[in-house]
């Protein structure tokens, strides 16, 4: 009881500050315009790629059975040191169970009897900050042809679902013979910590190419519309890889 109370406020301090963060973000990124950066790493940056989400209701991982879905980003990079930057990312990621399980599975008949979902769909928007370490970057004169970063931040996100629960479902001898699906939207807003790795070549010009792997670490169970823990660790979890096109900044 102590941990669901300390999710629920976090949840909702999450919506109080949200806004907050997410205007104070795009308030930065209004000024890179105007901005003066010295710094030969500061840059603005898209990415698109796919993502999958870790969830009680979205896969069966033992079997690397899980949907992919599109996910999508915006940065801002400002160099703040030979080796260390800091990084805005304002972005989002479609979410979608997967139908992995048919009706007449036990747990769905579970998981609706505590009015838990066993399918969503839906989309996802987050904002995070975070410092990036450089692992290898250029020194003066010196270019490497390819860089190397990771990073480690703070974030929120709110997502918006289209969910389904199994209701007064009954089996017979394995065979669905009984219940209704109830359909509801629902929405959550959550904190998260990011967790970034990427590589990006060394043109030695305005524009650069990279992939970029990221993890979200969410701080609850409730993304997907199911608390009921169904795998090895019980908060949720996303994560995605993103092509991503880079352009400097008075490089």
């Not at 410092?131 to 042809?145: K, R, T």
């Not at 190397?148 to 289209?162: H, I, K, N, P, T």
């Not at 967790?195 to 792997?213: H, M, P, Q, R, T």
């Not at 169904?230 to 008075?250: C, E, S, T, V």
Request: proline share 4%; with cysteine; glycine share 10%.
């Amino acid at each position: 009881m102590k941990f669901k109370s300390c999710i629920f406020v976090v949840n909702i301090n999450m919506r109080i500050f949200m806004p907050r963060i997410i205007f104070t973000i795009i308030l930065i990124l209004s000024f890179i315009g105007l901005s003066s950066a010295q710094g030969s790493r500061d840059h603005i940056s898209g990415g698109y790629g796919w993502g999958m989400i870790y969830a009680e209701n979205a896969g069966i991982y033992k079997y690397m059975e899980f949907k992919m879905a599109p996910a999508f980003s915006f940065s801002y990079n400002k160099e703040i040191s030979d080796k260390f930057d800091i990084k805005a990312t304002l972005g989002g990621q479609v979410l979608n169970s997967g139908e992995f399980r048919p009706l007449n599975t036990p747990i769905i008949i579970e998981w609706g009897n505590n009015g838990q979902a066993y399918y969503f769909k839906g989309m996802s928007y987050f904002a995070d900050v975070m410092p990036v370490f450089n692992i290898n970057p250029n020194s003066s004169g010196v270019g490497e042809p390819v860089n190397f970063y990771v990073g480690l931040g703070l974030g929120a996100m709110y997502s918006e679902r289209a969910q389904r629960v199994m209701r007064d479902g009954v089996l017979e001898n394995g065979i669905y013979v009984q219940g209704y699906v109830e359909r509801t939207n629902q929405t959550t807003t959550v904190a998260y910590i990011p967790f970034k790795f990427g590589l990006v070549s060394n043109f030695e010009y305005d524009w650069d190419v990279g992939l970029e792997i990221s993890a979200m670490f969410l701080t609850s169970s409730e993304i997907d519309g199911n608390n009921m823990k169904n795998k090895l660790i019980y908060p949720d979890a996303m994560a995605n890889f993103q092509f991503i096109i880079r352009r400097y900044i008075n490089r």
